[in-house]
């Protein structure tokens, strides 16, 4: 079951007790803030809070995270094509919003978390379309930014919040093997280590992880069955990695496999339920569609190591949804021309909530927008691209299902 990967993070974690006995204070490792008194959940949707905003810059592609009681919106593409290294930042607990940079503009950065303290904002692509190696790692508790670097430089790269660390995973390396199979961790001192996802084919795949019980996923996107050669063939991926980290090491397997594979899926988890929905199906274009898009949700549950077979569905096809944890439920926005409603999983009973009201929904259709959940009960989503694509936002909606 161990693979070699825990022994790396051994080391590293060895490191990590060394700088512990030299008197690093450590942030609580369980990757969240219990004793900073976790606000309450709405369970009626129809009682969520709605508000809107504005973000510092209009733009789309925004790498975006929640840590802590904050949210953080990187990056980003702005109306005239360019990319920008203005940070939105939210504080939940005073409302207010500022300013902040990147150590550089780029695009296609990973963004993600770590020990409920840091933002991480890895690797991404320079103005030259090369693949960059720097992380931004941004401290909540000291308001100061630091860098660290990939050991393999590559843009698009997942994070997975595993709790007491995190796995920087795959994306996309600018060589001919293309698809990354990269990982690299990041643990609560901020220590870097290394590893190589164990898998045929390398894949750009969908990210998920349930932090507070230091579970991750890679699956399903796509994979590359030629790397190396000349021309890529990419095909829909069932290759499925888990990871599972503990106080002390963290280890991956890959004896899952997907039931569906689709480009263009999202996921969320929580109580160790993982829903993968959304995305699409390239046909023939002759007797099927070229492109279909789904409305299919698969489950995975790590509690028992199975998938569940459902019928569950969102109740429109979406491409490319937004999909965030909202207290026990998981969140399905956007993704779709035709409908402005939340598709609503509570995963203590796999169905989904009734909508019957449209409430909540979102006020202004976007594409290519970014969404975070801040202290498991604010969802935030921010910029896009809306009339058709014609035009950059800057607009931020705000769902407010906490008891405060
Ligand atoms: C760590 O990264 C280096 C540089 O890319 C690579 O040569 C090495 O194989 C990697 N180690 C693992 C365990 O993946
Ligand atoms: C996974 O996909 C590969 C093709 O990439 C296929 O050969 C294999 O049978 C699939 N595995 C399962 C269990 O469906």
């Not at 942030?27 to 009682?47: I, L, Q, R, T, V």
């Not at 169905?351 to 927008?369: C, E, G, M, V």
Request: with cysteine; proline share 4%.
């Amino acid at each position: 079951m161990q693979g070699l990967s825990s022994m790396f993070l051994a080391i590293t974690c060895l490191l990590a007790f060394a700088r512990r006995a030299a008197g690093i204070a450590l942030p609580d490792s369980s990757g969240s803030y219990k004793d900073d008194a976790m606000p309450g959940f709405k369970e009626n949707p129809e009682d969520w809070i709605y508000s809107g905003q504005m973000l510092s810059v209009p733009r789309s592609s925004i790498a975006a995270t929640s840590v802590g009681h904050f949210a953080l919106f990187a990056g980003g593409r702005l109306q005239n094509d360019l990319y920008t290294d203005v940070v939105d930042i939210f504080n939940k607990q005073t409302g207010k919003w500022t300013i902040s940079h990147l150590s550089s503009s780029r695009s296609s950065i990973g963004a993600g978390s770590v020990a409920g303290r840091y933002a991480l904002f890895a690797g991404g692509l320079d103005a030259s379309f090369r693949p960059m190696s720097v992380v931004d790692v941004y401290d909540t508790e000291t308001s100061k930014w630091s860098t660290l670097n990939l050991h393999t430089p590559r843009s698009s790269p997942k994070i997975l919040d595993l709790g007491t660390v995190s796995a920087i995973v795959g994306g996309l390396s600018g060589d001919l093997q293309y698809l990354s199979r990269s990982v690299d961790y990041v643990n609560a001192n901020l220590a870097i280590s290394n590893d190589t996802l164990q898998i045929d084919y390398p894949q750009f795949g969908v990210a998920i992880s349930d932090s507070a019980n230091g579970l991750g996923l890679f699956t399903s996107g796509y994979q590359n069955n030629r790397p190396g050669e000349r021309f890529n063939d990419f095909q829909p991926s069932n290759q499925t990695t888990v990871f599972e980290a503990t106080d002390s090491a963290v280890s991956h397997t890959t004896d899952q496999t997907f039931p569906y594979p689709r480009w263009g899926a999202g996921g969320a988890a929580v109580n160790r339920v993982f829903a993968i929905g959304g995305g699409h199906l390239f046909g023939d274009g002759l007797s099927e569609p070229l492109t279909t898009v789904v409305d299919r949700v698969d489950i995975y549950d790590a509690g028992t190591g199975e998938w569940v077979s459902t019928p569950l569905k969102l109740s429109v096809p979406r491409d490319y949804p937004l999909v965030q944890t909202l207290g026990d439920y998981i969140v399905f926005v956007s993704g779709t021309d035709q409908s402005k409603d939340f598709d609503i999983l509570d995963t203590r009973s796999l169905a989904f909530i009734a909508n019957t009201h449209h409430k909540p929904s979102l006020y202004t259709l976007r594409y290519d927008a970014s969404a975070v959940t801040v202290d498991n009960c604010l969802l935030i989503v921010a910029g896009g691209l809306v009339y058709q694509g014609r035009s950059t936002t800057g607009s931020v909606e705000m769902f407010d299902a906490c008891i405060h």
